[in-house]
């Protein structure tokens, strides 16, 4: 079983995203979540700063830590998963707290090419593959 | 009509992106370009960077610029149209060029909540209503 990874108490993750995710590391400036959704490796990345909904809320200097760990975080999840291309979003339609998708894809996942943020139904993990998957992710994502 | 934006003879955007787009303005980084698809208030990012596909082949510097107008072109959007949301995105499945969305929305559009890029079939603009965009575009966007 994961320990809990402990964040600031300042900040508080909207309680869909809560919902939706597993905590996996918490980098300088973001929180990186696994997404309960065994069909794609999918993270994603919340600032953590209040009352964000777009990237251009962000401090100049937020936004470059964020970008930097937007590409950290891609490149970690393309050499860990081997995928074809990194899906990257900013939506946030339904949650109005800022968070950025980031999902490995494959040319022969069933999707391909579409988009899949957003779409379809989720299948969520079991807790034996969410603990190891959580458990590679961290070990990939921390010496990234 | 509109004059040819000019762009640096050693970068040659994909013909697909050349194909659905109309050129608006020139940034330090990317060439900003307007969807064919009068449905929505559509740009797309394309940084002049040769041979690109993904954020992190960018340089440190270069992402940094890349987020710089990625807001500034989102918040110029935003106060231009009104639109309840920003939704941005970098799939590129299908076209192998670095390439963002930026795409205004609006809780009254009929796909709202779900996302729209990749989705559903485009509305070409008349040639009248696109030289009204763009002009109103470069005008909003060089002042940004």
Same mark, same amino acid.
């Given at each position: 079983? %994961?320990?809990?990874?402990?964040?600031?108490?300042?900040? *508080?993750?909207?309680?869909?995203?809560?919902? $939706?995710?597993?905590? @996996?590391?918490? =980098?300088?400036?973001?929180?990186?979540?696994? %997404?309960?959704?065994?069909?794609? $490796?999918?993270?994603?990345?919340?600032?953590?700063?209040?009352?964000?909904? /777009? +990237?251009?809320?962000?401090?100049?200097?937020?936004?470059?830590?964020?970008?930097? /760990?937007? $590409? &950290? #975080?891609? %490149?970690?999840?393309?050499?860990?998963?081997?995928?074809?291309?990194?899906? +990257?979003?900013?939506?946030?339609?339904?949650?109005?707290? =800022?968070?950025?998708?980031? #999902?490995? *894809?494959?040319?022969?996942?069933?999707?391909?090419?579409?988009?899949?943020?957003?779409?379809?139904?989720? +299948?969520?993990?079991?807790?034996? /593959? &969410?603990?190891?998957?959580? *458990?590679?992710?961290? /070990? @990939? =994502?921390? &010496?990234?």
């Amino acid at each position: 079983m %994961q320990q809990a990874v402990q964040f600031p108490d300042d900040f *508080r993750l909207h309680p869909s995203l809560k919902a $939706s995710t597993f905590p @996996v590391v918490h =980098l300088d400036l973001c929180k990186v979540l696994l %997404q309960n959704d065994e069909r794609f $490796s999918w993270l994603v990345l919340v600032p953590c700063v209040s009352d964000i909904k /777009e +990237i251009y809320q962000l401090s100049s200097d937020q936004q470059h830590l964020l970008v930097d /760990e937007i $590409s &950290r #975080v891609s %490149q970690a999840l393309q050499v860990y998963t081997k995928a074809d291309k990194i899906n +990257i979003a900013a939506f946030g339609n339904m949650t109005p707290q =800022l968070h950025i998708h980031i #999902v490995a *894809r494959f040319e022969t996942d069933p999707f391909w090419p579409n988009p899949v943020i957003g779409i379809g139904c989720k +299948i969520p993990y079991t807790e034996i /593959e &969410r603990d190891a998957v959580i *458990r590679d992710l961290q /070990e @990939v =994502l921390l &010496r990234a």
